[in-house]
């Protein structure tokens, strides 16, 4: 299989991550992709032009990375990423949401901030998107002895993708004060050696 991959995104990160976590990263080949470049090739892949999409053996590309995660999730026999039991099925659905949704809106403020001519640059979007990530982690903090799962499932990698993507991105807002448990608990997930692996660079 083949991943359209570039080592800055976040969701590219998560599904490394979780194919690390379920023994499944020797079958992929990571191809170099810079999904702002004109010039590649990454549309005739995926048409929306993103990070990341995955070719199977047979040509068929799977996009977006949550339904690259949930055909990951076939392909193991150890713990689902994504627990299929009780409440603990909805929580996870929803907190993979969450996390996917902080990265949307980190990613929206990052162009809003570095891509956008100055000139064109809107306040009230940037803060728009500021305010979506703090009341996300404001919802999350509380709830952060449910991301504990081993091997971790899709709602930890989220979330650890999540948390390393603001660090990488925007280290001088700090996320960190106000919640401490959360802060914990990324310390220690950011340890594990999947995350290390793939810690962002660029
Ligand atoms: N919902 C998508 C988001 C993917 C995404 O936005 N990827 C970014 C890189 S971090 C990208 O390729 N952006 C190029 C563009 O928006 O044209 C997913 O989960 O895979």
Redesign the pocket.
């Known amino acids: 299989m083949t991943l359209r991959h570039?080592p800055t995104?976040?969701?590219v990160r998560k599904v490394v991550v979780a194919a690390t976590e379920r023994g499944l990263a020797d079958r992929l080949e990571l191809k170099a992709t810079n999904?702002?470049d004109p010039a590649d090739d990454l549309p005739g892949d995926n048409p929306l032009?993103?990070?990341?999409a995955l070719k199977l053996e047979d040509g068929t590309v799977l996009?977006?990375?949550?339904v690259i995660v949930r055909y990951l999730d076939t392909l193991h026999g150890a713990a689902p990423l994504f627990p299929q039991d009780g409440d603990r099925r909805w929580w996870v659905e929803r907190t993979h949401a969450l996390a996917?949704g902080i990265l949307d809106a980190a990613?929206a403020r990052l162009i809003e901030t570095v891509r956008r001519p100055k000139e064109f640059y809107w306040a009230d979007w940037e803060a728009r998107q500021t305010d979506k990530i703090d009341r996300a982690l404001d919802l999350l903090a509380p709830e952060v002895d449910r991301l504990a799962s081993d091997p971790p499932d899709i709602a930890a990698i989220a979330v650890g993708c999540a948390l390393g993507y603001l660090d990488f991105r925007f280290a001088n807002d700090d996320w960190r004060a106000g919640r401490p448990g959360l802060a914990q608990w990324y310390t220690r997930f950011a340890e594990r050696a999947s995350m290390q692996d793939t810690v962002p660079k660029g």
């Not at 032009?49 to 990341?52: R, S």
């Not at 996009?63 to 949550?66: H, T």
């Open positions: 570039s995104s976040p969701y999904p702002w032009g993103k990070v990341p996009f977006d990375s949550p996917d990613v």
